[in-house]
Structures are given as C-alpha cells and as structure tokens.
C-alpha cells in the first residue's frame, strides 16, 4: 500500500512538473526575454542560455528548442526556461555551425499563448574554460565583502579564488594572467597587510613594489606575451564626488607613470620617457608579439580645476625583450585630444589584428561615464571605429580578448545603470561583430535582481586556475615581503 501511494505521488509530481500547452494562441512577435538571447552568436561551449519571460506575470514556460536532424529539447517549468547542461551541451556540439530555433510558450491567466520562434546561432568556435573578475559593492571608501572570482563558463559555478575576508580591511583588486595562462598571476592587495602577490608556475611571492624611484606600489598589471616581463602603471589617485545627479564619482591621478618588471632579476626598470613630469602615463599593455608598449598619456593639467580637460591619447614605444631595454621616442596611435575625448583600458587582440579601448569625453576613470563606449583600432590600416554593434546609452568598461580572439568580455552598465554587468560577444575574420549576451547564469533574472555586486576587470583563463588559498592567506597576513629594486 505504501508503495502505492508512493508510486502515485511520483506520477502526481511528474505530471505537475510538465503540464503540457493545450490550445495556445499564437502570437506572431517574439517573446519578451531577460536576458534578451534572441538573435545572439554563442559559443560550442557555453553554459545554458536559461532565460525568464519577461511580459508579466505567468505561472509557466515551456520552451522547444529545435536543431539539424530533427534533435529537439524541450523544458516546462513554473519560473525559468532551465535546460540540462548535458542535453544542452549535446545540442551545441550536434549544431556547431547552424542555428537553434526556439519556441517560447507562456501560461499566463489559465491560457498558453505561444511566440514566434527565434534563432540563437551557434559558432564553430568554442570559448575559454571561464572567466575571472572582481566581484564588489557598489562603494566609496568601506569595504564589503568584495572577491576574485573565477566562473566556468561551460557551467555555472563559481569560485572564490581570494576574498578579502582573509584579512581585516584587504582591497583586492588589479589582477591580471598572461594571455589568460592563470599560471602566471598577478594580483595588487590594499590596506594594512597590502602587497603583490606574483604567482608564476608553482613559485607564489609577495612584493612590495613601492620604491624610492617611484610614486607608489606597482597597479594596473600586464604580461608581457613571453612571461618575462610585466608591465604596471604607478598612480597616486584621488577620489571625488560630482554634485550633478547624473554624475557620482570621479577618479583622478595627480601623478602617475609607468613601469616594468623584471621577475627574474626582481628589478624595475625605469624610463624617462614614460616619467615625464608633464605627462601623466597608464594603463600599459604590451603587444602580441611583445616588442611594443602600448599606454595612455595625457598632458598634465592642474586637478582639480582643469580636470574635464584631461584627455588620454593612446601611445607607444619600442621594446626589446632580450635586454628589457626601451626605445626614446614614443609615438600617438591615437590623438584623442583632437577627437576631444580620452582613450582607456587599450587591450590587444593576441592575435595582432586590433586594439580594443574604451572612449569617454575625459579622464580616465571611464567606469562612472555613462557617454564611455568601445571603440576598435584596426592594426592592419590603423583605422578606428565605434563598436555600435556592443554600445549601449550606458556605460561601456573594462574589457579583454580569449586566446584565439575570437570572443571578448565587456562589462555594461546597460542593466540598471548603477551595477556593472559582464558580457560577451564574437567576432569574425572579416571583423563582423555578434551581438552580445549577458553571462548567462542557473535563474538569471533572480541572480542578477538579487546581486549587489558589480563585476569588475574580467580576464579569461584557459584552465581552472591552481592557487593554495591557505598559502595566499599566510603569505598577506605575514609581515615579510620581497622588496623590488630598480634597475641601474
């Protein structure tokens, strides 16, 4: 008998979780999404594009996904369109190359109406194995809870790598891998136990990289292709608050420069050319093949009255990884000052074709700019353009390539306006470029209703990375640290 009743219970279960659509209406217009997937590029590997209706209330969904050679998948739940990652994964790789067709049915006061079917195309391409990024409140000077975090792009979970819960008062932040090795990380702690930590293969060091050669501690990293090298921005910064509604914050530097680390020598090398008094120098990132710095420059100005004339062009000089020796002339790339604007966050594609940056009306605190977009300088004409294809009416940040240049993340405040959100989008041989979609996550429309934190300089990986947390911990919390010397 008690079987029975079990056995009744389950039936009574199953058929409550796939109540079938019965005499649904049809509906020529696309469904109401979030997150809008309608239309999208994605790659062979990704995590499930699960999805909310997005046009008020309802107490079901059900979604039919169609491939090649009659594959189908079909999903009826009560809140989100949830597909198996197996199932899932199974229909990317029967369809690389091809396209799913999705048809969306929706029960809303006892009745189904069903929406026009739309395509979600599927690269011959696959992605990197996830991403890493800083996850933070939305703040001014006390720290939360704030994290590096690395995600699994084929899946949905996500890792503390390091969170400053290890230490009272810790900042993480300015981390960075090489070409998206995490082998090689670089990652800048603030506050009271503050430091570099540098992780190359199985050796974990803790730096102090303030100098009496240099304004401050070592920021803004970047690898050089070869992992001899990295190179960092010294920046003494200011915050400020705008009294205009639409504007809350400004970040400015008083002074800054930029450097080079040696690792292996543990020495920094200096340049005049990228010291200059009149000059503020940042942001440097080497080129695919490492024999270029590439770094923004403005024109000193005096702060805080003169602050909205700050504009950053994007430079260059020469570099030789055999010696570490830089070259004496430095050229403009790009002369934002006549486009009166300011140029940050360059990032190279690694395989050598464009320089991706970010474009604001001045400064080069872009994130809090909501006129800030993505801009793309070709490399093989030295032609720039506008991503229209990737902009919003919000602000577009921080971005970075995977290692074949086919896909790129960037973060947007196009969601609410206030936190910052992590996108990706492919581009083609010819340059085309896909529309974008939000990182997909298990019930997104709760996850991202519910998250009170904004991501925050997002870098691929091509591996889960490999850190001793216990060994991170004790290496912050111990007073010893390297000292970097300059090299003479």
């Not at 991403?131 to 899946?155: C, F, N, Q, W």
């Not at 010696?323 to 430095?330: D, F």
């Amino acid at each position: 008998m008690r079987k029975q009743i079990l056995y009744g219970l389950l039936l009574f279960m199953l058929f409550s979780c796939s109540e079938k659509v019965k005499d649904a209406r049809l509906k020529d217009e696309y469904p109401a999404i979030y997150p809008d997937y309608i239309g999208t590029t994605i790659p062979t590997s990704i995590a499930p594009m699960n999805f909310n209706f997005n046009g008020g209330d309802y107490s079901r969904i059900q979604v039919k996904v169609e491939g090649a050679n009659d594959a189908e998948l079909t999903v009826n739940h009560k809140h989100t369109a949830d597909f198996p990652i197996k199932k899932w994964h199974k229909m990317l790789e029967e369809n690389q190359g091809d396209s799913l067709l999705f048809t969306v049915s929706v029960k809303q006061d006892g009745q189904w109406t069903e929406y026009k079917p739309f395509p979600i195309y599927v690269s011959n391409h696959s992605i990197d194995y996830g991403l890493v990024y800083r996850k933070i409140a939305p703040g001014y000077e006390v720290y939360s809870k704030m994290g590096i975090y690395e995600r699994d792009l084929s899946t949905f979970k996500e890792r503390a790598i390091v969170e400053n819960t290890l230490s009272p008062g810790m900042c993480v932040n300015c981390h960075a891998v090489n070409k998206t090795d995490p082998s090689q990380l670089s990652l800048h702690i603030r506050g009271a136990n503050g430091g570099t930590i540098l992780q190359s293969g199985n050796k974990l060091d803790m730096l102090n990289t303030k100098t009496d050669s240099t304004i401050s501690n070592c920021v803004y990293p970047y690898w050089h292709p070869g992992g001899q090298y990295i190179a960092y921005s010294v920046n003494e910064t200011r915050q400020s608050f705008h009294a205009v509604k639409d504007k809350r914050i400004e970040v400015i530097d008083l002074q800054s420069d930029v450097v080079i680390y040696h690792p292996e020598s543990n020495e920094l090398i200096l340049s005049p050319a990228l010291m200059r008094e009149d000059a503020f120098e940042t942001f440097p990132v080497f080129s695919h093949d490492g024999t270029k710095l590439y770094f923004c420059s403005a024109e000193r100005k005096s702060i805080p009255s003169a602050y909205k004339d700050i504009k950053y062009n994007l430079c260059s000089i020469d570099f030789n990884p055999l010696t570490g020796e830089l070259g004496t002339v430095v050229d403009t790339l790009i002369n934002a000052r006549d486009l009166d604007k300011s140029i940050t966050f360059p990032r190279p594609s690694y395989d050598g074709k464009y320089i991706m940056f970010t474009m604001s009306d001045y400064g080069n605190f872009s994130i809090w700019h909501k006129e800030a977009n993505l801009w793309l300088l070709s490399l093989t004409d030295n032609s720039i353009r506008p991503m229209h294809e990737v902009n919003s009416e919000n602000t577009e940040s921080f971005h970075n390539w995977t290692s074949d240049s086919r896909w790129f993340v960037f973060s947007s405040r196009r969601g609410d306006g206030l936190y910052t959100r992590l996108y990706l989008a492919g581009i083609d041989d010819d340059g085309n470029i896909s529309k974008p979609f939000l990182l997909p996550q298990k019930n997104p429309k709760k996850y991202y209703d519910l998250s009170t934190y904004s991501y925050n300089v997002p870098d691929f990986v091509n591996e889960k990375m490999e850190v001793d947390i216990r060994d991170i911990e004790k290496k912050i919390n111990q007073t010893e640290r390297t000292q970097i010397n300059v090299r003479l």
